[in-house]
């Protein structure tokens, strides 16, 4: 199967937003209110940063939240920080007891 | 706090099997899924598979079928991922990551990582 689709990168300046689109289809994003974002710094195990399309994790900072329509999955962080630069991941169930990846995107500030 | 502490780095030739080993402690091993997430050099995040301890049931992604073998001993809370008929392809850092749910393998967020193994398949 396909990994889910997003941008290769984006990039912000400090205090600014920005949002991170994952496209899918109707057999995962589309059919499954179980969208998961993941951050990633060089070096490091993912972290889990929203879950459910839009939960967050304790002790994430609430600058992070999630949405979905239809089968597109975003994730926006307010008010950029040099901190948040990373490659973040989304992830979608896909029934069967499978789960899928985006392929990534690089977020870049500024 | 739930800890997964992953086996130390590999250096397989081609052709051969790796596998790599994932203890869990702190928290209940049995009912929650675990998860194999691999990624090659440079490259996303790709979920090979998971399974339920408690009940054994595994799942693969396609991908991987006939190739890989996820199994767990509860008596000592360590899943075990074995990759068979190795090739550089599959040169990459392997992670386990406990699911937050217990629920069916892959529908709940990977909440808790090991730190990773880089497996090296090179002649």
């Known amino acids: 199967q396909s990994a889910l689709t997003q941008p290769a990168s984006v990039s912000g300046s400090p205090g600014q937003s920005i949002t991170i689109s994952c496209t899918g289809t109707?057999?995962?994003?589309?059919?499954?209110?179980?969208v998961s974002w993941y951050q990633q710094h060089p070096g490091k195990a993912p972290k889990l940063m929203i879950y459910?399309?839009?939960d967050r994790p304790s002790g994430v900072s609430n600058r992070f939240s999630g949405s979905k329509s239809g089968n597109t999955a975003s994730l926006t962080i307010s008010e950029v920080q040099a901190e948040d630069e990373a490659d973040y991941y989304c992830?979608?169930?896909?029934?069967?007891?499978?789960?899928?990846f985006g392929g990534g995107t690089k977020l870049t500030v500024l | 706090q739930v800890q997964l502490v992953q086996s130390g780095a590999e250096v397989k030739k081609p052709g051969s099997s790796v596998k790599v080993s994932c203890k869990a402690s702190?928290?209940?091993?049995?009912?929650?899924?675990i998860s194999w997430v691999r990624q090659a050099p440079g490259q996303g995040l790709e979920w090979m598979g998971g399974?339920?301890?408690?009940?054994?049931?595994?799942n693969y992604a396609q991908n991987f079928q006939g190739r890989v073998t996820i199994t767990a001993d509860e008596s000592t809370s360590t899943a075990y991922m074995e990759l068979s008929s190795l090739r550089s392809e599959d040169t990459a850092v392997y992670y386990c990551?406990?699911?937050?749910?217990?629920?069916?393998?892959?529908?709940?967020?990977?909440?808790?990582w090991g730190q990773g193994t880089l497996v090296t398949v090179s002649s």
């Open positions: 990551a406990r699911e937050a749910r217990i629920a069916a393998v892959g529908s709940s967020p990977l909440g808790h």
């Open positions: 702190g928290g209940t091993f049995n009912s929650y899924p």
């Open positions: 399974i339920i301890p408690m009940f054994h049931i595994v």
């Open positions: 109707s057999s995962d994003v589309g059919g499954f209110n179980y």
């Open positions: 459910d399309v839009s």
């Open positions: 992830s979608s169930y896909r029934g069967s007891s499978t789960l899928g």
